[in-house]
């Protein structure tokens, strides 16, 4: 079992950055694949980043590579999405994720466990 919190969201004007922070219980955090995941109001929720176990392997989604930024640090049990040049379009709520598979991380069904969510808000 494994319950994860996230924290860093917040309101931020386009342009602005933002680190959002995912801190896990348990001590078999690095046995972990980890995600985050992004939903808008109104739309289906979406991939947005996922690193492997050790952090070795980094995916992001298309639409997102060169601003999105994900790390984990498995000493803290956190992973991180640094998010920077933000856009309006990037408000959702952002959600981090566990899985217990090596690979195939690009799907919410990929995933065991699920934090609650942090609100992200871009003004334009």
């Known amino acids: 079992q494994v319950q994860l919190v996230e924290s860093g969201g917040g309101l931020v004007q386009a342009g602005g950055s933002l680190r959002l922070s995912c801190a896990a219980s348990g001590r078999t955090f690095s046995s972990y694949a980890m995600g985050w995941f992004r939903q808008a109001p109104g739309k289906e929720r979406e991939f947005v980043a996922a690193t492997t176990r050790s952090g070795g392997n980094i995916y992001y989604a298309d639409s997102l590579k060169g601003r999105f930024t994900i790390s984990r640090d498995n000493a803290k049990n956190t992973v991180y999405l640094q998010m920077s040049s933000l856009k309006p379009e990037d408000t959702a709520v952002y959600y981090c994720?566990?899985?217990?598979?090596?690979?195939?991380?690009?799907?919410?069904?990929?995933?065991?466990?699920w934090g609650q969510g942090t609100q992200v808000t871009v003004s334009s």
């Open positions: 994720a566990a899985a217990r598979r090596l690979y195939g991380l690009g799907r919410d069904r990929d995933y065991d466990y």
